[in-house]
């Protein structure tokens, strides 16, 4: 049994358009420790199945979230789209007849999800055990993982240990961490929610991909409060959500909020800062969706790549559950 203890692995759904707070949240972040491991950096495309989907929009988001990673930078982690990768939903099969139903039906996203609907994906019930394939795949010594993901990386290491003592030692078991604390970016039209992904189509989010004219018009309408005066601009999550969440995602863009006094002289800061650290990425992006061939070429050499580091983990697996 190998552990890597220098690799990283995430994966991001491509289930809608990238907003800021994924940016400064973990895109970012991700560029920036790109070089202290052995990344890899994956387009969940068979996690976007577990809900009703449009093929063509899927594929339109495939594409469009390949070319960001490119785009912000991770040109030195390997790329790939998980269906590319053939051994991550032919070990979750392996894994399904690891799990049991009882595991399955404590999952509290899968109920979360689920919500009052009578029927739903069957692969909405079983992804815990895709996400366990990408993660035991790649033999992470640790995986670090928000509050929301959890409960699936503690049932990724049940499996490995139960699949370890019934059929033999295969997989590692991974560590759970906790992340550093990163920036979490609010949304401008309503302070107290994250800035997410399903979101991004209200105005409070701003998209990587939105102009500057946009972000202008987006962040000139957030939300702020009615205080007045030399003191008005200051952070306080809980009597100014709206004025912190502007003052957080200056500071995070690289701007400062000395000598602001007004709210107004804030969202023109604040705009300034966004556009500044986004126009580059947009730049990028619309040079790399003119070179469809080299996006293709780097996730072709992504792909070819994961699939010779996850073949002997797979190997091994098959061979000790007694497949042939
Ligand atoms: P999601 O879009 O929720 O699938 O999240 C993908 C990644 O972006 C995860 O690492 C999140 O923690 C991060 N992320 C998403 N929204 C935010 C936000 N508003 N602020 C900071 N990080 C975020």
Do not use: W
Not at 276 to 291: F, G, H, M, N, T
């Amino acid at each position: 049994m190998t552990t890597t203890t220098t690799r990283r692995l995430s994966l991001l759904k491509p289930t809608g358009h990238l907003t800021l707070g994924n940016y400064l949240g973990a895109l970012r972040p991700m560029a920036a420790g790109q070089h202290e491991a052995d990344c890899f950096y994956g387009v969940a495309d068979l996690h976007a199945l577990t809900v009703p989907h449009d093929p063509l929009e899927l594929r339109q988001h495939t594409t469009e979230l390949a070319t960001l990673l490119l785009a912000v930078g991770l040109d030195a982690s390997t790329l790939f789209v998980q269906s590319r990768v053939p051994a991550h939903a032919q070990l979750a099969y392996l894994l399904e007849c690891v799990a049991s139903t009882g595991e399955l039906n404590r999952m509290i996203q899968f109920k979360e999800k689920r919500g009052q609907q009578d029927s739903v994906r069957v692969s909405l019930y079983t992804y815990p055990a895709l996400m366990a394939a990408d993660i035991l795949l790649y033999r992470p010594a640790q995986v670090p993982v928000g509050d929301d993901q959890r409960q699936h990386v503690e049932l990724t290491r049940d499996l490995a240990m139960r699949f370890n003592s019934s059929y033999g030692p295969v997989f590692t078991v991974p560590e759970i961490t906790t992340p550093a604390a990163g920036a979490r970016v609010m949304d401008l039209a309503d302070p107290t929610s994250k800035m997410g992904k399903s979101g991004a189509a209200g105005p409070g989010a701003i998209r990587l991909l939105d102009s500057p004219d946009v972000i202008r018009r987006k962040v000139g309408r957030a939300v702020t409060d009615s205080e007045t005066g030399a003191r008005a601009v200051r952070a306080d999550r809980e009597t100014k959500p709206g004025v912190t969440n502007l003052l957080e995602i200056l500071i995070a863009c690289g701007g400062s909020a000395d000598a602001i006094t007004t709210y107004g002289a804030l969202k023109k800061a604040v705009t300034d800062a966004v556009v500044a650290e986004l126009e580059p990425v947009r730049k990028r992006y619309d040079d790399l969706a003119s070179d469809a061939a080299h996006v293709s070429g780097v996730y072709d050499a992504g792909a070819a790549r994961c699939r010779a580091v996850t073949a002997p983990v797979l190997a091994a697996a098959e061979a000790a559950i007694g497949l042939s």
